[in-house]
T-cell receptor, first 113, second 112 residues
Framework: DTAVSQTPKYLVTQMGNDKSIKCEQN?????MYWYKQDSKKFLKIMFS???????INETVPNRFSPKSPDKAHLNLHINSLELGDSAVYFC????????????FGPGTRLLVL | TQLLEQSPQFLSIQEGENLTVYCNSS?????LQWYRQEPGEGPVLLVT?????EVKKLKRLTFQFGDARKDSSLHITAAQPGDTGLYLC????????????FGQGTILTVHP
């Protein structure tokens, strides 16, 4: 029973393309997140949604657009992909705010050529 | 901007040795979390410390939160090869809903 799942696990694409990453959680949590982990393993928050509303938007280029169709899903669409977008993208969820445990998905490894 | 300095960045030791990983900041955090991440997986929470001076033990792992809630340490006693992985500290601020600030991580390798 996967708690937080992401698809695809691997994504290889050309510069300039548009791609989407999907995330689903079956934990009944009301808060979901997108993180980016660079090649040096540094993990940085990108977005956070609480009950389908955007809570955190961390100076991410507007080529990145999250979308939360319901509390269990938070998708990430990326337009006009650039080389620097290559990274591992993690989705996470929690019940409530910063005091609560965040559960991470397995990650999506994006490589832009 | 809150920053967390984690050290060392790399640690390679023999089985049975002890080690300590440090996480320091000039900012005060409401809580400090430690995660472990294995290759190809997402981070998994090990512990959360919320009170200044708090010490928590998880088998051979001891976590401490500084009195001023600006720093934390993770101490592993008698390390085992199964402890190998990326260890991440993350600070949470009560003013930023759900936002975790992560340290740069420590890659630990324990050789048999």
């Amino acid at each position: 029973d996967t708690a937080v799942s992401q698809t695809p696990k691997y994504l290889v694409t050309q510069m300039g393309n548009d791609k989407s990453i999907k995330c689903e959680q079956n934990l009944g949590h009301d808060t979901m997140y997108w993180y980016k982990q660079d090649s040096k393993k540094f993990l940085k928050i990108m977005f956070s949604y609480n009950n389908k509303e955007l809570i955190i938007n961390e100076t991410v280029p507007n080529r990145f657009s999250p979308k939360s169709p319901d509390k269990a899903h938070l998708n990430l669409h990326i337009n006009s992909l650039e080389l620097g977008d290559s990274a591992v993208y993690f989705c996470a969820s929690s019940q409530g705010d910063w005091k609560e445990t965040q559960y991470f998905g397995p990650g999506t490894r994006l490589l832009v050529l | 901007t809150q920053l967390l300095e984690q050290s060392p960045q790399f640690l390679s030791i023999q089985e049975g040795e002890n080690l300590t990983v440090y996480c320091n900041s000039s900012s005060v955090f409401s809580s400090l979390q430690w995660y472990r991440q294995e290759p190809g997986e997402g981070p998994v929470l090990l512990v959360t410390v919320v009170t200044g001076g708090e010490v928590k033990k998880l088998k051979r792992l001891t976590f401490q939160f500084g009195d001023a809630r600006k720093d934390s340490s993770l101490h592993i006693t008698a390390a085992q090869p199964g402890d190998t992985g990326l260890y991440l500290c993350a600070g949470a601020s009560g003013t930023s809903y759900g936002k975790l600030t992560f340290g740069q991580g420590t890659i630990l390798t324990v050789h048999p």
